[in-house]
């Protein structure tokens, strides 16, 4: 989600990327589809191996918070590497955003089991009409469709059992809060 979400800041919004040439931005994204989707997803394969998660769903939330932390880590790197970039600071101050809701996850996943996924379609919501309110773009049927995305993505998680009702509202309020609380605020360091 936070690939999809850089992605869709920077075609959204010309001033995000203005100073990165193409080539320089698809560089960048590929970096961060690396360090954000790559690397996490071989971490958890091989923690499922050594025998330190069941499975790949992590039914339990005290499986969660190993490949939870070293994603941490791999979006701090990520947070690091975009710092380098020349992007426009609200692209920095988004991922923050993401790293903020991640710490927090994981905090809340040490007792209760939150929905990660409800973390980042939410995180998603909230950089989006964080941009449109910073830049004045009109992003309101945007906004009302990836709502409507986590609306069915909420409901699949409470069809399948996954998660209580709870679960997946705070989930959704957690990432839309740290993200768009970040990209209002212009949050950097």
């Known amino acids: 989600m936070p690939l999809l979400t850089v992605w869709l800041a920077l075609e959204l ?44 769903q992590m039914p339990d939330h005290r499986e969660r918070t190993a490949p939870f932390a070293i994603t941490l880590i791999y979006y701090g790197m990520a947070y690091y590497l975009l710092g380098k970039t ?23 996943n040490l007792r209760w089991k939150i929905s990660a996924h409800m973390v980042g379609i939410g995180g998603l919501v909230g950089a989006l009409i964080g941009i449109a309110l910073v830049h004045a773009l009109p992003l309101l049927p945007l906004v009302a469709l990836v709502i409507v995305a986590g609306g069915v993505l909420g409901a699949a998680r409470l069809y399948i059992t996954d998660h209580t009702q709870a679960q997946i509202l705070l989930g959704a309020s957690l990432g839309s809060s740290c993200t768009y609380a970040a990209v209002v605020s212009g949050w950097t360091f």
């Open 13 to 56: 919004d010309p001033h995000l990327g203005y100073f990165l040439p193409p080539p320089g931005r698809w560089m960048m994204l590929g970096m961060l589809g690396i360090m954000t989707i790559a690397f996490p997803i071989t971490s958890a394969l091989m923690l499922q191996r050594a025998g330190l998660i069941s499975n790949l």
């Open 86 to 108: 020349p992007l426009h600071p609200l692209v920095h101050a988004l991922f923050l955003g993401v790293l903020l809701a991640l710490f927090l996850t994981i905090l809340i």
